[in-house]
């Protein structure tokens, strides 16, 4: 690990700030991390967020580092706005649509690449993951199929390539937490929620949603029922809750899975769960490591212009 | 009005208690409300909450008063527990399933009616919807067919007269509350929700809904791209996200849905937009007061053995 580097890689979520140095061969001199995610930053916080993760690191030229960013600094509510490009779109257009945030002296040459839109009637958004696509496709050129998100808001993606015709964003991860958290729910899900019943009623819990994803809002109470009728634990009914909004997500998606495996991008334990419930359909889910797409992403977003 | 009554006919629910006297001939002769509901009390509340309720009232026989109470004083966590009757079932049988708790003093004897129950893989409970559905069946003898009770918990019971064969549960009024409330969905509501787009909101909702329950996940977030990039406003996401579950709930159980009108068992402002959109189905919805099924459920159980 060496602090001197050619230019700066950095993801910039909600939660977290990672960067990372990269070498004019493109070899990773050194990955750094904070909690500075856009979630805890004022707009004026981010100049000094940046400089402070970034303290020591020197160029291999005279003059400013270049700093590539992508995520949510580009957010509206981020550091400075980076205009969506919409989609149908080639991702080999990221870096012509950055933008460049004001930096209190020269040290550092920041751009922050949009994210992509969808309009006409089916409006969505993505902010972060158009970088891990694009990182995709460098890593499995010509890839064509759709590619599948997991995560808060899961993304489902046809890429052809570098090119994105066509997404969809599945509030998976967000309805189970406030689902766990908010609701009457929470009730089946007072206790140890990691037990030895929690792989039996994700499995259950995956078999209905992929059975009948037209009844989400009926299978859910079937938690509440499960435990006050069945006397199921509070681990079954975690699985079971976990196991019916991804099997509910996976059941709604099948059109779009083709003959070749889905390259799953998100956590690896997501992932993982992910994989089981498309084998389910028959289907074959690959994970792809998520650091790895974001990283290649902003390397293939750089040399469009390089 | 007046306080001497041959019997009391009492709806004890999670955020209310209502009470109304009831004289021989079945007239109501007080009606009494106390927003002492399950949610705010513990067992031993129970008895001095109904003697507050019903002070002054005077039977028009010697000894005790019967006082015939439905909902969740019977649920676990309530007053005492009466345990579920199975569906299939004749709701006749539900004052055979009373239970009798315990009162300080003989003025009041107390029978609680047990809700039902469904088991055998497809688990779900009512609790107080099945009086309301024995007074529908009192109201309208020998319907058969599918009733909605648009709620926080919605049921879609089917019903043979008195003859319940099947229900679901559809958590369509929770989810709208925990997704406004807690949800990324909050900020695209925070504002005023009643405006002038609120209707147009809904229509396109219901529509999103109605054309593809088997997406509810994914046709959520357009709530948050609507307001991103469509600068729709908050009144117009309100009615969006509702007519979007709605249109999910009615969607994924028209298949239930007969020649005969769908009676509708709610609030009036509920009732009236579930009839909108049962109507871009080609279905009429029939609002029915939900005060005159839940009397006429408590006579008509009382009478199974009168």
Redesign the interface.
Same mark, same amino acid.
């Given at each position: 690990m060496t602090d001197i580097v050619d230019w700066v890689a950095v993801d910039w979520g909600t939660s977290n700030l990672r960067a990372w140095g990269i070498a004019a061969d493109g070899a990773v001199t050194f990955s750094r991390n904070s909690p500075k995610g856009m979630g805890k930053l004022t707009r004026e916080d981010y100049p000094a967020a940046l400089s402070e993760l970034l303290d020591g690191v020197t160029g291999t030229r005279a003059g400013s580092i270049d700093v590539l960013v992508c995520g949510m600094a580009g957010a509206?509510q981020g550091w400075l706005e980076a205009p969506?490009l919409e989609a149908p779109t080639d991702l080999r257009h990221l870096l012509a649509g950055a933008v460049q945030p004001a930096m209190p002296n020269t040290r550092f040459a920041v751009s922050i690449l949009p994210g992509v839109?969808?309009?006409n009637g089916? $409006?969505?958004?993505m902010r972060g993951e158009e970088t891990q696509l694009l990182g995709l496709a460098a890593l499995r050129p010509g890839y064509t199929g759709v590619v599948c998100m997991p995560g808060t808001?899961s993304k489902?993606a046809q890429l052809s390539g570098t090119h994105i015709d066509h997404f969809?964003?599945?509030?998976?991860g967000?309805?189970f937490e406030?689902?766990s958290?908010? !609701?009457?729910l929470r009730h089946s899900l007072n206790g140890p929620l990691d037990g030895p019943a929690r792989a039996e009623g994700f499995v259950a819990g995956a078999e209905a949603g992929l059975a009948r994803?037209? $009844?989400?809002?009926?299978q859910?109470?079937?938690v509440?029922?499960?435990s006050?009728? !069945?006397g199921r634990a509070p681990d079954w009914c975690a699985g079971f809750l976990s196991g019916l909004?991804i099997g509910?997500?996976i059941? !709604?998606?099948r059109h779009l899975i083709g003959a070749e495996p889905v390259p799953l991008i998100g956590s690896a334990a997501l992932c993982a769960l992910y994989a089981d419930v498309l084998a389910k359909t028959g289907a074959t889910g690959i994970p792809v490591d998520a650091t790895d797409v974001v990283l290649a992403g902003l390397k293939a977003a750089r040399s469009a212009i390089a």
């Open positions: 509206r969506y839109c969808q309009k089916a $409006d969505n958004v808001h489902w969809a964003t599945a509030m998976t967000e309805l406030i689902l958290t908010h !609701s009457v994803p037209q $009844d989400l809002l009926g859910l109470f079937q509440r029922a499960g006050l009728l !069945s909004l509910t997500e059941g !709604s998606n």
